[in-house]
């Protein structure tokens, strides 16, 4: 079969690869429809992720048909047009029986990377290195989806392929920042990123409550989608004043909760910008994380800070002084996709979540390396690539 595969830093082709097979009753095979770019893509493609290997199939957010199921598998048959979580979890250990499904202890199959690093070992996930598995992506023709009665999800009928495209995993992660940030009605949420899972975490927002929402950027397209499709008021960092702003919307308050969606290569102006990008690519910290850093800041006294940007390791200059003595608290996660899943596509189904517009273009797996050039760069008013096999 055809896969998009990682050739080396910012290099990405298609290869001819083996068929996946089922290796235990409870896999299945997917014939993919559909599978998206993410920005944590990119830090693998970047090289800020060092566990990849060349020829190994990226992406982990897709959907598609079932083709052949395990002896085990029982909520799926041949024929199911099926999302599947980007996350792989058995739905039987302790922390899946919490809904805590990226921290599943059987996901993952090769833990000792990250229990060196972390201490412990999250879940497994398609398509992004040897760290988190191994496990082949989803840009491909065809997938291998373990534990499949837990983590893929029969399409209803009449929700677009593309709508249902996002619900394996930005859909899932914004919604996880305004669920477990704690949003409640009446408050103000301020969402430092406008990409696909930011804007996903404000129409989250919105729809659990908030009163304001207010999405911070500095790419004006994706700042005028976000207003336009989650309802949310936009700022433009590299224009406003954002303290300034944030205080003034919040009655000299600050946000209630403040939600981080950028991640480990996050862009800042001036000096403080320049100082993180030397130091990351000297290899001094491993993330740059100017919007978290901010998001501690304007939080309001005794209010949430929610990380759902991919950090990996080591960072400089953490405000762990505002942190403290500003009563907040932090919580951050890979998402827990079949804690979601089910929800997002009964919003789905009733139009109250739409995410067609996310995928901005749409490419074939022979034209890879064009489709992450554009979703790197956002140039063209990209904000997501689609791949279609």
Not at 13 to 22: F, G, L, S
Not at 173 to 180: F, N, R, S, V
Not at 207 to 219: N, P, S
Request: net charge negative.
């Amino acid at each position: 079969m055809k896969a998009l595969c990682w050739e080396g830093v910012n290099k990405v082709a298609p290869r001819d690869v083996p068929d996946p097979q089922i290796r235990n009753s409870g896999d299945v095979i997917v014939r993919v429809r559909q599978s998206v770019t993410c920005g944590s893509d990119l830090h693998l493609l970047g090289g800020y992720i060092p566990f990849m290997r060349q020829g190994d199939v990226l992406g982990h957010e897709f959907l598609g048909d079932v083709v052949e199921v395990g002896a085990g598998v029982r909520r799926h048959a041949v024929g199911d047009r099926v999302v599947v979580s980007s996350f792989i979890a058995c739905g039987q250990c302790w922390y899946c029986q919490r809904q805590e499904f990226s921290l599943c202890d059987n996901g993952n199959t090769n833990p000792a990377i990250t229990e060196q690093m972390w201490g412990a070992a999250p879940g497994g996930c398609f398509g992004y290195s040897h760290a988190m598995g191994g496990n082949a992506g989803s840009h491909a023709e065809y997938v291998r989806v373990p534990f499949a009665d837990v983590g893929a999800f029969t399409v209803p009928d009449g929700v677009s392929d593309t709508r249902a495209l996002f619900a394996s995993d930005s859909a899932a992660t914004g919604w996880m920042g305004a669920d477990l940030g704690g949003v409640r009605p009446g408050d103000v949420v301020a969402v430092w990123g406008a990409g696909a899972v930011g804007q996903m975490a404000a129409r989250a927002a919105m729809l659990l409550g908030a009163e304001r929402v207010i999405c911070i950027d500095r790419y004006d397209y994706r700042l005028a989608m976000t207003a336009r499709h989650a309802g949310a008021e936009t700022l433009n960092y590299e224009r406003d004043d954002i303290g300034g702003e944030l205080l003034e919307r919040t009655g000299g308050r600050g946000p209630d909760v403040c939600i981080e969606a950028v991640g480990m290569e996050a862009h800042a102006p001036g000096p403080q910008g320049a100082y993180d990008m030397v130091k990351q690519q000297l290899r001094l910290q491993t993330d740059r994380t100017a919007p978290l850093r901010a998001a501690i800041y304007h939080c309001r006294k005794g209010g949430t800070v929610f990380v759902l940007g991919v950090f990996a390791g080591a960072v400089d200059k953490f405000p762990l002084g505002a942190l403290m003595n500003k009563g907040l608290t932090v919580r951050g996660a890979q998402m827990h996709g079949q804690r979601y899943i089910p929800m997002l596509l009964e919003r789905m189904a009733r139009g109250e979540l739409v995410t067609e517009h996310l995928a901005t273009h749409m490419m074939s797996l022979d034209d890879g390396q064009r489709g992450y050039d554009i979703f790197k760069d956002k140039a063209d008013g990209c904000v997501r690539t689609v791949f279609t096999p």
